[in-house]
């Protein structure tokens, strides 16, 4: 089965500040995504990877960065965060293939104070 | 611009009956559709999916109908059980550049009463 992990599961962080979610996935899946949820929202894209070296934007890439060092690493990273960061964020990996399932990771709780 | 409506937005049913949830989408390039499942805590799941070409899929009490001509999907869950309280999500991706990139619906939180 698909492993995807995040980390930390919860940050708390202050505005203005730098802010890095980790993702590993040990499915050597291409492609990967970050997600964030929020109440009334469902799930949005915020960034997306074809593979090592590459980043997409998602449809909400507003204040934050990806970053895809390896095939099993990708990172998001808010330069600046602010309190409308606020929201649990979930990664995913998938593999090129007819249907493009998705694997999600638990989540990482941010609060931006 | 919401392109994949959820509903309901919640609903409750009791033990042993059958639940239906129902999405409907906007872009007629959309061709894959998964639903995910969600316990509070955890990330989505994927619970069932079907691609355009089909009109049912059934995973044992779980099936998923699609009609391409309304744009609508739906998804059937029968004796449901209270372990099947959870939020559900409806997704769609399309072909071509948009391939892989998921939108979603706002989710269904279902209440199973025993």
């Known amino acids: 089965e698909a492993a995807v992990t995040q980390s930390p599961r919860n940050k708390v962080a202050v505005t203005g500040g730098k802010v890095t979610l980790s993702c590993n996935q040990t499915?050597?899946?291409?492609?990967m995504y970050w997600y964030r949820q929020d109440t009334g929202h469902g799930l949005r894209l915020i960034h997306y990877?074809?593979?090592?070296?590459?980043?997409e934007k998602g449809d909400i890439p507003d204040g934050y960065k990806a970053s895809r060092p390896s095939q099993e690493n990708f990172s998001l990273i808010l330069e600046l965060a602010t309190p409308s960061q606020t929201s649990v964020y979930f990664c995913?990996?998938?593999?090129?293939?007819?249907?493009?399932?998705?694997?999600f990771g638990p989540g990482t709780r941010l609060t931006v104070l | 611009q919401q392109q994949v409506r959820q509903s309901p937005q919640s609903l409750t049913v009791w033990e042993g009956g059958t639940t239906v949830l129902t999405c409907s989408y906007e872009?007629?390039?959309?061709?894959?559709f998964p639903w995910y499942q969600q316990f509070p805590g955890e990330g989505p799941a994927l619970l069932i999916s079907?691609?355009?070409?089909?009109d049912k899929k059934e995973d044992g009490r779980f099936t998923t109908f699609f009609n391409k001509r309304e744009k609508k999907l739906s998804l059937h869950i029968i004796d449901s059980q209270p372990g099947d309280s959870a939020t559900y999500f409806c997704?769609?991706?399309?072909?071509?550049?948009?391939?892989?990139?998921?939108?979603f619906g706002h989710g269904t939180i279902l209440r199973v009463h025993p």
């Open positions: 995913a990996s998938g593999a090129p293939a007819w249907g493009y399932e998705q694997y």
């Open positions: 499915n050597n899946h291409n492609n």
């Open positions: 990877s074809y593979g090592a070296g590459s980043t």
């Open positions: 872009d007629s390039t959309f061709n894959y």
């Open positions: 079907i691609l355009s070409v089909s």
């Open positions: 997704a769609a991706s399309g072909a071509g550049a948009n391939t892989g990139k998921l939108t």
